[in-house]
């Protein structure tokens, strides 16, 4: 039987390095800000309208838009076929194996390993479940710990437009540390409104909610990690 690592590594190729974070690079998205800040402007802007920002964002990798992983972030939304079937699995198997490698550092970085596992719900109406939630399940070192903690809220998230009232949490959060997943944060709008969600209902107010996000690329600047 394949390994989420014989599904991931072919897909090495499409992945873009991520800087790590130095001066000239972004504290949470990894982008470039402004010469002399150390967040970019649309990270500034987003987490000055929300009362608990996640101060933890882990990408995946750097996208282009019409490049591969954009092409396949695509794509695996798409309407039920063999063909987004294939892409389902792959973007799968890119996060698994991401986690794979690199959860012990995020737990390092967030302050401990999460409990739950959740992801930022579509900011349109879907029919059926999300294709983020179905990849996740396909994942076996992981599915269980999946859990839907979010809905829509009842304002509306656009690219730098953020509201702790953009996502209504479904239960109460008793000490559980949950690792957010998106599939793609561009101004991180919706990510950070999700988490600020989270940590509203956390029973401490202060619990580590994690975002692991396929961030898109605006530069590659020299100085970075290796991806997936």
Known sequence: MASVADYALPLASICRTVPVISEGICDRCHGCPNPG????????????????????????????????????????????????RDFLVKT????????????????????????????????????GEHPLPRAIKLLPD?????EALLKRGEVNITHTVASDHG?????????????????????????????????????????????VAVVRARARPAGSVDPV
């Open 37 to 84: 800040w150390s967040t970019c402007w649309s990270c500034s802007q987003v987490e000055g309208q929300l009362s608990a920002p996640c101060p933890v964002v882990v990408p995946i990798s750097l996208y282009e838009v019409g490049y591969q992983l954009h092409h396949q972030l695509r794509n695996y939304k798409a309407a039920p076929s063999d063909m987004s």
């Open 142 to 146: 992981i599915r269980d710990q999946y």
């Open 167 to 211: 996502f209504n949490a479904l239960r109460r959060l008793d000490d559980e540390r949950v690792l957010l997943v998106d599939d793609t944060f561009t101004s991180g709008a919706r990510a950070q409104s999700a988490a600020s969600a989270l940590k509203w209902v956390s029973r401490k107010g202060a619990m580590g909610a994690w975002v």
């Open 92 to 127: 799968a198997a890119i996060l698994g194996y991401f986690l794979q490698l690199h959860s012990g550092c995020i737990a390092a970085a967030a302050g401990g390993p999460w409990d739950v596992i959740t992801s930022v719900p579509s900011s349109t109406a879907r029919e």
